[in-house]
């Protein structure tokens, strides 16, 4: 039986007014899946996400890229923030001042996997780069919603916190949408890769049929910029006799 389809997009263009940025685009998240979102930096990830962010609406826990945090806030008060939308304006402003007592319980078991107890209290101008990631995060899964979408949500952590955030990510949601930059990471914690690049959607296969060379192929002004015996690319072109690179497109 095929699983269920969380959101798709049929020979869909993106972009913003005029400006096309995403070509002729059709994907499905289907349920169960992890989706690694790849591609250089301008190609359009942010784009795409934004619009399944759209098109899922109330659906989707959202972890935007540049984490959007109130610095003089308390680490609480922005978790908080990702179920403002459930409560009342005068319960939001009474939280405030006294945090309510169910709410301050949930966010402090949210922190303690997130490696973030013990600074609920602290405003999130005081917390180091990767803390106010981890902040991000744990205002997404507040939410509570059914997908994640993420724009490079654990760019500032180390690999370790990495893998334990995603895991966090992938117990409370049905699907995950994450762009990333870390290649390793898409190939060993995802289930399925989609890649950007001259704007369409070049790549869309399951992580365990692709190599890194594969991903290679979607940064092709950081693979010009080495020296050839350097890339992943000069070595495997070493070991097939075809020497070419494989963009594999379609589900299987
Ligand atoms: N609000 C906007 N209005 C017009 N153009 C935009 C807007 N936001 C982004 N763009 C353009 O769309 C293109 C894709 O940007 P986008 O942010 O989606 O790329 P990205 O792959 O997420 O990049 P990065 O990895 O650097 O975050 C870029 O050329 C960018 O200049």
Redesign the pocket.
């Known amino acids: 039986m095929t699983a269920e389809v969380l959101v798709e997009l049929d020979q869909e263009s993106l ?3 005029d ?1 096309v ?1 995403i070509r002729d685009v059709s994907l499905s998240l289907h349920a169960g899946e992890r989706v690694a979102l790849l ?12 619009a399944l962010r759209q098109r899922l609406g109330q659906q989707a826990a959202w972890c935007p ?1 540049h984490h959007g945090l109130v610095g003089p806030l308390s680490v609480y008060l922005n978790i908080y923030m990702g179920r403002l939308d459930q409560h009342s304006a005068l319960v939001n402003l009474w939280n405030l001042a006294r945090p309510l007592p169910r709410a301050w319980q949930e966010i402090a078991e949210l922190c303690g996997p997130l490696g973030l107890e013990g600074m609920m209290k602290r405003s999130v101008s005081r917390l180091s780069g990767g803390q106010r990631q981890r902040v991000a995060i744990g205002r997404a899964l507040h939410q509570q919603r059914d997908i994640f979408l993420g ?2 949500p654990v760019a500032s952590v180390d690999p370790h916190q990495a893998l334990g955030l995603l895991e966090m990510i992938d117990q409370r949601h049905r699907g995950s949408i994450i ?1 990333l ?1 870390q290649r390793e990471l898409a190939l060993t914690h995802f289930d399925r890769v989609w890649g ?1 690049a001259d704007g369409r959607l070049v790549l869309d296969a399951p992580s365990n049929r692709l190599s890194l060379a594969d991903l290679d192929a979607l940064y092709p002004s950081a693979v010009a910029s080495l020296p050839e015996s350097t890339t992943v690319q000069a070595q495997e072109k070493s070991a097939t006799p075809e020497g070419s690179l494989r963009c594999h497109r379609g589900r299987s």
Do not use: N, P, R
Not at 39 to 50: F, W
């Open positions: 972009g913003y007014g400006q940025i591609g250089e930096s301008g190609v359009g990830k942010s784009t795409l996400l934004a890229q724009d490079e762009a930059h950007l």
